[in-house]
């Protein structure tokens, strides 16, 4: 996945994409082509583009700043700066679902492009405690799973031997129960 600067619609202007996922295709006759699937990071939309082989496009001059989340202010999350103190802050249409895998402390990587904030990354493997969960039942080896809430509000499935109190890995990625910490 990488980010690339391509002439959207207005053919003047340039845009930030982010591709989501692309397959190159070698047909029997004919030259090889790349089918993507690109996300606009400014406006959030998608499209299906398709370059030819030796096409070129500029790759986008994306910075990265690590940044930990400190609260949730109102609507807005700030993320703080540990050598300078500054604040930047997403909105929370800006984080969407991810919210439920970021904790107090957490640090995430903000990417920004022409001194704008346009996307951040939490960490692959976030470190999460069992709020709500029912009793273990049964024998864990048969591979039995329960429900359980995190201390964020995400619920996910776990093994039956975790229990309320437990610290687990979650792969933000997928939102899967990776193993108790």
């Not at 391509?6 to 996922?21: C, L, N, R, S």
């Not at 997403?90 to 996307?119: A, H």
């Not at 975790?162 to 990625?173: A, P, Q, Y």
Request: aromatic fraction near 12%.
């Amino acid at each position: 996945k990488q980010n690339y600067n391509y002439k959207g619609p207005a053919k003047d202007k340039f845009y930030t994409w982010k591709a989501m996922e692309f397959l190159h295709v070698k047909p029997g006759k004919g030259a090889a082509f790349v089918r993507t699937k690109m996300r606009n990071y400014i406006t959030g939309n998608t499209v299906e583009k398709t370059f030819r082989a030796g096409s070129t496009i500029q790759e986008a001059s994306i910075s990265k700043e690590t940044k930990q989340f400190t609260y949730k202010d109102g609507s807005q999350f700030v993320f703080m700066d540990l050598t300078s103190f500054e604040e930047s802050r997403l909105n929370e249409s800006d984080v969407g679902d991810r919210q439920k895998w970021l904790k107090e402390g957490m640090d995430c990587t903000l990417l920004y492009w022409n001194g704008r904030i346009i996307d951040f990354d939490l960490p692959i493997t976030v470190r999460l405690t069992v709020t709500e969960a029912d009793p273990g039942q049964g024998d864990s080896a048969q591979g039995g799973t329960k429900p359980a809430t995190l201390e964020t509000g995400a619920v996910v499935n776990v093994p039956s031997f975790v229990d309320v109190g437990d610290d687990v890995l979650i792969d933000s990625r997928t939102g899967q129960y990776m193993s108790r910490a």
